[in-house]
């Protein structure tokens, strides 16, 4: 199974909701990555989880907050976010020491 | 300097020719990771194709096949036998041993009929 699987698809929101992203994936892997992509442009890496720790903030606005409850599971909390946040929101996986990064689907967010 | 360089912003190939997406990176290490990503209009990026910097044969999946010139820093993917579904987005990337991925800016294919 090489397939990390992410909820909602679509999410509309306004600017004092909160919400959460949800990533999912049953691979084993101990690295788990949250990725910010505007349209036409290459995935901007945000937070870095190695065995549920975090290990990198790309420099990421407090009103994104992570959380690794889990080896298994990923989420993104959003609150009082801006309109330039639209975008596309990739979380990835990886085994620990190997290459290759594996992403699901992503979930679309408009914030309004 | 940019780790990942990809100087073809869009790139037109007709169904059923071969279409070659250019791709150099830039690094001193010894050992990395070079992949290829193709990211359908969907959203989803789904990985195609991975090269080991020790790995002497080019990598090969399917239609897809990467050619690797290390001396050169290039890692160029070859897509043979273009099909209609093969209109996306691609990305080149990097991976340092321990080091997060780089990618390149893309190239967008579309495949004419």
């Known amino acids: 199974d090489t397939e990390v699987t992410q909820t909602p698809k679509h999410l509309v929101m306004g600017m004092t909701n909160k919400k959460s992203l949800k990533c999912e994936q049953h691979?084993?892997?101990?690295?788990m990555y949250w990725y910010k992509q505007k349209a036409k442009k290459p995935p901007e890496l945000m937070f870095v989880y190695s065995y549920e720790k975090l290990s990198i903030n790309e420099s990421v606005p407090s009103r994104f907050s992570p959380e690794c409850p889990n080896s298994s599971l990923l989420n993104l909390h959003l609150h009082a976010l801006q309109p330039e946040d639209s975008a596309l929101y990739l979380c990835?996986?990886?085994?620990?020491?190997?290459?290759?990064?594996?992403f699901g689907p992503g979930t679309r967010l408009l914030v309004l | 300097a940019q780790k990942i360089t990809q100087t073809q912003p869009g790139m037109f190939v007709q169904e059923k020719e071969a279409v070659t997406l250019d791709c150099t990176y830039d690094?001193?290490?010894?050992?990395?990771?070079l992949f290829w990503y193709k990211q359908p209009s969907s959203g989803e990026m789904i990985f195609l194709i991975y090269q080991g910097s020790y790995d002497e044969q080019n990598a090969t999946e399917g239609r897809y096949s990467l050619n690797f010139q290390k001396a050169r820093k290039s890692a160029n993917l070859v897509i043979s036998a273009s099909q209609l579904g093969d209109s996306a987005m691609y990305f080149c990337a990097m991976r340092e041993l321990g080091n997060q991925f780089y990618f390149g800016t893309g190239t967008s294919l579309t495949v004419i009929p």
């Open positions: 990835a996986s990886s085994q620990d020491g190997s290459f290759a990064e594996y």
């Open positions: 690094t001193s290490d010894q050992s990395y990771g």
């Open positions: 691979m084993g892997h101990r690295a």
